[in-house]
């Protein structure tokens, strides 16, 4: 099983929707979650970041974590085209002294 | 200037050749990582390195080396490259564990030809 799973894409969802990303990993012990943006032929940039079960709201993005079904998900509500970006999620394990594990990510289209 | 620097943006090198990415930063960290991503493979962790005295293999070493000549300054060499080296690099530095992440460099575009 892969340390970090995404949900396969693309994604395409129109202009003002929201576009729902989601995140299982398999290491319990997992402390802390990332999201990255990617555009294309460009370098992921952190979006969010959550450590505690819940949700963690910021401007049109909310992470979403649930450490007991091993869950993390990314809500963009109200999506613009230019929210259309590959979105990585990452996991710090906890037992391996901040190194990040990365799912392969999921690709968004927001159409107009 | 970029808190996290590559050198070269692109290039492109024939079989065989030795080639050098250079990855310098000015954030302070100790923590340094270099990964390559392929379509749909996502990041793969080559190397890293959590001071100038730690180096570690990541998932995919063979064919790979590096040099952690500083605190900012991690390097990533191909040995003798070969066609399914091609792929876009991207060195990393982390603050440390928890709630930090990594804050990426612009990346470099390499064809071996």
């Known amino acids: 099983q892969k340390e970090v799973e995404q949900n396969s894409g693309p994604l395409s969802v129109p202009e003002g929707a929201i576009a729902s990303l989601n995140c299982t990993y398999s290491?319990?012990?997992?402390?802390?979650f990332f999201w990255y943006r990617q555009y294309s032929g460009k370098s992921p940039e952190l979006i969010m970041f959550?450590?505690?079960?819940g949700d963690k709201e910021d401007g049109r993005f909310t992470a979403q974590l649930n450490k007991a079904s091993q869950y993390v998900s990314l809500l963009i509500r109200d999506s613009q085209p230019s929210d259309s970006a590959t979105y990585l999620c990452?996991?710090?394990?906890?037992?391996?002294?901040?190194?990040?594990?990365f799912g392969r990510g999921t690709q968004l289209t927001v159409w107009p | 200037d970029a808190d996290v620097t590559q050198t070269p943006r692109n290039r492109i090198t024939k079989t065989g050749k030795r080639i050098m990415l250079e990855c310098s930063q000015t954030?302070?960290?100790?923590?340094m990582y270099w990964y390559r991503q392929d379509p749909g493979l996502g990041l793969r962790l080559i190397y890293y390195?959590?001071?100038?005295?730690?180096?570690n293999k990541g998932e995919i070493s063979d064919g790979y080396s590096v040099s952690r000549q500083a605190q900012a300054k991690f390097s990533l060499s191909l040995e003798s490259a070969i066609p399914n080296q091609t792929a876009f690099y991207f060195c990393?530095?982390?603050?440390?564990?928890?709630?930090?992440?990594?804050?990426f460099g612009s990346g470099t575009r390499l064809t071996v030809v």
């Open positions: 990393a530095t982390s603050e440390g564990e928890g709630i930090y992440g990594y804050t």
């Open positions: 290491d319990r012990g997992s402390q802390s």
């Open positions: 959550i450590y505690s079960n």
């Open positions: 990452a996991v710090d394990r906890g037992s391996t002294l901040g190194r990040l594990y």
């Open positions: 954030k302070g960290h100790d923590r």
């Open positions: 390195s959590f001071d100038v005295k730690d180096i």
